[in-house]
């Protein structure tokens, strides 16, 4: 059970787009539709922004949106604002009720 | 309003076990769900360890199995974590959850810092 791939950093201006990926392999991401990601803002416990590859919890912006194709899925972050500087995490359901994290993205907003 | 407290020793002696408890309120750990145990070491990424279904039922990280044990209090509907012959590698913060078990964790305690040093 190695960690998702995750890359290191993603940065965007305010109002702009981006979209940070989140590769596993056929036993974790691929194998299942159940993909989350969380987000981390330092010091704070992670926070669910989406569950179930693209489903988002009430309360969580509709700028979130996530999406996955094969071993890979992916956040989109539109419109980004100030307040959206964090880390993001992806996490992976991966069989026999195992779970495993990406290695992490930290967002900037230029 | 579900709500999850870490508790614990924060300094631990290489070699020995880390022991926390989660206190849940809010809600009964009996009546459902998976209760599991996410750490994070400084300045890392996360790191699933492992769940307890309400019934009992372990998961466990394969990587951390043969050290790991998470049980169950639904009398004090708290749940815990034993990790065994822990090392300096073991240092994180410790949060603990509540998921439907296919990672989808919407509740979370703040998290406990655990230094493993002698």
């Known amino acids: 059970q190695s960690a998702l791939t995750q890359p290191r950093s993603v940065s965007g201006s305010p109002g702009q787009s981006v979209t940070i990926s989140c590769t596993g392999t056929?036993?974790?991401?691929?194998?299942?539709?159940?993909v989350s990601w969380y987000q981390q803002h330092p010091g704070k416990a992670p926070k669910l922004m989406i569950y179930?590859?693209?489903k988002r919890p009430s309360g969580v912006p509709d700028r979130f949106s996530g999406s996955k194709s094969g071993n890979t899925a992916s956040l989109t972050i539109s419109g980004l604002q100030a307040e959206d500087e964090a880390d993001y995490y992806c996490?992976?359901?991966?069989?026999?009720?195992?779970?495993?994290f990406g290695t992490g993205t930290k967002v900037t907003v230029l | 309003q579900v709500q999850l407290q870490e508790s614990g020793p924060g300094l631990v002696k290489p070699s020995e076990t880390l022991s926390l408890t989660c206190a849940v309120s809010?809600?009964?750990?009996?009546?459902?769900?998976?209760w599991g145990w996410i750490r994070q070491p400084p300045g890392k990424g996360l790191e699933w360890i492992g769940s307890?279904?309400?019934?009992?039922?372990?998961y466990y990280n394969p990587s951390l199995k043969s050290r790991v044990t998470i049980s169950v209090d639904t009398s004090k509907n708290q749940f815990s974590l034993k990790l065994s012959s822990v090392t300096a590698a073991d240092t994180a913060v410790y949060y603990c959850?509540?998921?439907?078990?296919?990672?989808?964790?919407?509740?979370w305690g703040q998290g406990t810092l655990v230094t493993v040093s002698s």
């Open positions: 959850a509540r998921d439907n078990g296919s990672g989808e964790g919407r509740y």
């Open positions: 809010g809600y009964s750990i009996s009546s459902g769900y998976y």
């Open positions: 307890i279904y309400h019934s009992g039922s372990t």
């Open positions: 056929s036993s974790d991401v691929g194998g299942y539709n159940y």
């Open positions: 179930d590859v693209s």
């Open positions: 996490c992976s359901y991966a069989g026999s009720y195992t779970l495993v």
